[in-house]
């Protein structure tokens, strides 16, 4: 019996056996590199990362209180949260009903708040640039507690301690951070300056940093002011300077010294206007006097 298939069958075996048939060529497989880390990238505008491998040891809290500082001396910050964006959003006053990309102003300037994690970061700030969030003269990038906080290259790297565990911590995140990456070391809490002068220099050794490596020289103090300030979302740039806010405040102050000059070299970091100070500040009665 020959049904049209025993047909098609004759026809393709005939085909195949044809002694002139050319065997088939096999196409080589081409190597594509592997995307390499690149240890020697810059990010497309000049970047602020807050970042130690703890929880609870301020990052939010200095993070944002730079990003306002740089906003009252006229800038258009983009604050990029790599963590979980609620902590983030309240300290500025934005509210669960805001949109994702939520923009607040202080005085002159504004902050831009932006939740992206991992490669989605990465790409703004080394591929793409922000510009579909808008246009920024500089970012502050608040992380989790992840030892990879510490790897971006060619920022301004914030790391703060609260102690020996963190420390340990942060040296090994500081075993991966780039050599174009600035390191800044922020004790929090009250310990002596000299004590943690030591400290510092102990991170440093231990951390084995071929990268240039600072350390903000008094330690940030706890305040009841600055932490209530912060859970209602008021920025502490208002409170009152006295006492050990005051202390805080002038922590925060030089780190924001630091920022500005990788943003604006040639001039130095304006001071607060006005519209900052909301307290009144009596001589003689408040206690710095
Ligand atoms: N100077 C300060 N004095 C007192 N409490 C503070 C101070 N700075 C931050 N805090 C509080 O410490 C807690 C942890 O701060 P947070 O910024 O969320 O840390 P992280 O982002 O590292 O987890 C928050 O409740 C915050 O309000
Ligand atoms: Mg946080």
């Known amino acids: 019996m020959s049904s049209t298939n025993d047909r098609h069958m004759t026809r393709t075996n005939a085909g195949l056996s044809r002694p002139s048939a050319t065997p088939p060529r096999a196409v080589p497989t081409l190597t594509v590199q592997a995307e390499v880390a690149h240890d020697a990238a810059v990010p497309r505008l000049p970047t602020t990362v807050v970042s130690s491998w703890k929880g609870g040891v301020w990052k939010t809290a200095i993070s944002a209180s730079i990003a306002e500082r740089l906003a009252f001396a006229g800038l258009d ?147 009841d002011e600055v932490r209530e300030a912060l859970n209602r979302g008021q920025s502490v740039w208002t409170l009152a300077r006295r006492g050990a806010t005051r202390e805080f405040l002038q922590g925060l102050e030089s780190l924001a010294g630091v920022v500005w000059a990788r943003i604006r070299p040639d001039t130095a970091l304006p001071p607060l206007g006005a519209n900052a100070a909301a307290a009144v500040h009596i001589r003689g009665w408040d206690d710095d006097a």
């Open 77 to 223: 910050v983009l604050y990029l949260v790599t963590d979980d964006q609620l902590d983030a959003r309240r300290r500025l006053g934005i509210s669960e009903s805001d949109p994702d990309v939520a923009r607040v102003q202080r005085g002159p300037g504004s902050i831009t708040v932006v939740g992206l994690a991992g490669a989605h970061a990465v790409d703004v700030l080394y591929r793409s640039g922000p510009g579909r969030f808008g246009r920024f003269d500089a970012v502050v990038v608040d992380t989790p507690p992840v030892k990879k906080g510490g790897c971006l290259p060619g920022v301004l790297l914030i790391a703060p301690t609260d102690g020996d565990d963190a420390s340990a911590n942060l040296i090994r995140m500081l075993r991966a951070t780039p050599a174009n990456t600035e390191i800044v070391l922020v004790r929090i809490d009250a310990v002596p300056k000299r004590e943690w002068a030591q400290d510092a220099a102990v991170i440093h050794d231990a951390s084995n940093q071929a990268g240039p490596l600072a350390y903000l020289s008094d330690p940030l103090p706890r305040t």
